[in-house]
């Protein structure tokens, strides 16, 4: 039996006049793409094709970016706006074929209507949901039950599952953890929309698009190279073991999105930065970069973001979120960023002895 087997959601740790937005360096596939990640997390593959039906703007032509978030084919089909569309596109996805994900990004809250579906997100934000067949021996997960509390988000799939009698409590994930209006301020550069101004780029720093794409599974979804022969692990993939120089005995292995190690960080400013960098000083200010230990062994150098100056130390945790890096050839080149890690929440209460 199809159903939904779990739904994220994704919104920007940035405000503006206490309404949440976007970053500077996000834009609606970064943070549908975020949503994705974690609704699909250990069952993204190139096994499978994908149904990936979108709702919001600017997703309609990003076949090719949801395929290198997910890792195989896609199938792309845009729909309706608003919430209705929502609601009309999870029960389409009910029908198809095959794992589908429903993605709404900039979804409005004030076009709640009579639909089955209640859904208030932030003012900007992604929501994803993965339609799949279930295991055949756990009940359908199609309700979403009880949910952290906050006035942003109050979701229920009610009629549109509702007659298939399933009741099971339902995975949500997401950042229940920062309520509205808490997030960083974004006044100085919130009125400012990027360009995309054309970036003239020394010949040593210009990677050609075909390359770019080839490299997204490392540059994007952080999968490495392990070795079967020897057991080391090389990050970025190169198609040949860092150790042992063997290519024929290695198997992709994903390394962990958030949890890594700073073991080094500085900030880059005006007149230091590689050229295709000089829109991102401009808009910004300086940026950081850090060296970052994903597992034991395996380290990788990261662009910051969502983060001031001094915020991330040494021996911080971090996760990873995929985001703008800069525009060329007249558009965008996406990479993974470090970001602070939510803080945890107070610890849960110990029971009476």
């Given at each position: ?19 949440r937005?976007r ?31 979108v ?25 309706p ?61 199609v ?28 995975r ?30 020394s ?95 395996v380290?990788?150098t ?45 610890p849960a ?5």
């Open positions: 039996m199809r159903g939904i087997l779990k739904a994220a959601v994704y919104q920007p740790a940035w405000t503006d006049r206490g309404r937005v970053g500077p360096d996000e834009d609606a596939f970064t943070m549908a793409a975020t949503a994705v990640e974690r609704a699909v997390r250990g069952r993204a593959g190139p096994d499978r094709t994908w149904t990936v039906r709702l919001g703007p600017d997703l309609s032509a990003s076949s090719d970016g949801f395929a290198g978030v997910v890792g195989g084919p896609v199938r792309l089909h845009e729909g706006s608003g919430l209705a569309g929502l609601a009309e596109e999870i029960s389409q996805g009910m029908h198809d074929d095959g794992p589908v994900l429903v993605v709404g990004v900039d979804l409005d809250p004030d076009a709640l209507d009579s639909s089955a579906v209640r859904v208030v997100l932030p003012t900007e934000g992604a929501v994803a949901f993965l339609i799949d067949e279930h295991p055949a021996d756990t009940p359908p997960l309700d979403l039950g009880p949910l952290p509390s906050g006035p942003y988000v109050v979701p229920r799939l009610l009629a549109v599952h509702r007659s298939r009698g399933a009741a099971s409590a339902l949500w994930v997401g950042d229940w953890e920062a309520a509205p209006g808490a997030g960083r301020p974004a006044e100085a550069w919130s009125d400012r929309e990027p360009a995309m101004h054309p970036v003239r780029v010949e040593g720093a210009y990677l050609p698009k075909p390359r770019y794409l080839e490299g997204l599974a490392s540059r994007w979804r952080l999968v490495a190279d392990r070795c079967d022969a020897c057991g080391a692990t090389t990050f970025p993939a190169r198609g040949r073991c860092r150790s042992c120089g063997r290519g024929d005995r290695l198997e992709p292995r994903p390394l962990p999105f958030d949890g890594g190690t700073v073991l080094a960080a500085t900030w880059i400013g005006r007149g230091g930065q590689p050229t295709e960098f000089d829109a991102e000083v401009e808009r910004s200010g300086p940026y950081g970069v850090a060296i970052v230990e994903l597992e034991p062994g380290r990788a990261l662009p910051l973001t969502d983060a001031a100056s001094g915020e991330i130390r040494i021996q911080s945790r971090v996760g990873t979120r995929l985001r703008r890096l800069y525009a060329i050839d007249g558009e965008w080149r996406y990479g993974r960023k470090a970001v602070p890690l939510t803080p945890p929440g107070p209460a110990k029971p009476p002895a």
